[in-house]
């Protein structure tokens, strides 16, 4: 089992910045990637960016590559995502994902070569123009 819990998320105009945090517990050792997605009114869930946790590896949607950085701390506790240069269609409920090696989980989501299988309840980012 793996227990995520995103923060971070506000209101903000466009050309801002936010950074989203995503604290992980449980069965952290088991995930060999991380990752944030973004769920916009009406429109499906999308894959934003995503991190091999072992070799720090990166990969990002069109939309947001050179203005989001994903990252996380040393003890592989702590997801974050930078998020610079907001543009209003930046707007969405942004969840944080683990893609975990143990039996379980939910949801599965294949997204740049991980299979994510733990969500958290997101947090939303607001965009105005």
């Known amino acids: 089992q793996v227990q995520l819990v995103e923060s971070g998320g506000g209101s903000v105009q466009a050309r801002g910045s936010l950074r989203l945090s995503c604290a992980a517990s449980g069965y952290t050792y088991g995930s060999y990637c991380m990752g944030w997605f973004r769920q916009a009114p009406g429109k499906e869930r999308e894959g934003v960016a995503r991190m091999f946790t072992g070799d720090g590896s990166t990969y990002y949607a069109d939309s947001v590559n050179g203005r989001f950085t994903i990252s996380q701390d040393n003890a592989k506790i702590t997801l974050y995502l930078q998020m610079n240069s907001l543009k209003p269609e930046d707007t969405a409920m942004y969840y944080c994902?683990?893609?975990?090696?143990?039996?379980?989980?939910?949801?599965?989501?294949?997204?740049?070569?991980?299979?994510?299988?733990?969500w958290g309840q997101g947090t939303q980012v607001s965009v105005s123009s």
């Open positions: 994902a683990a893609a975990n090696t143990g039996a379980g989980g939910y949801g599965h989501t294949r997204y740049a070569g991980c299979t994510f299988n733990y």
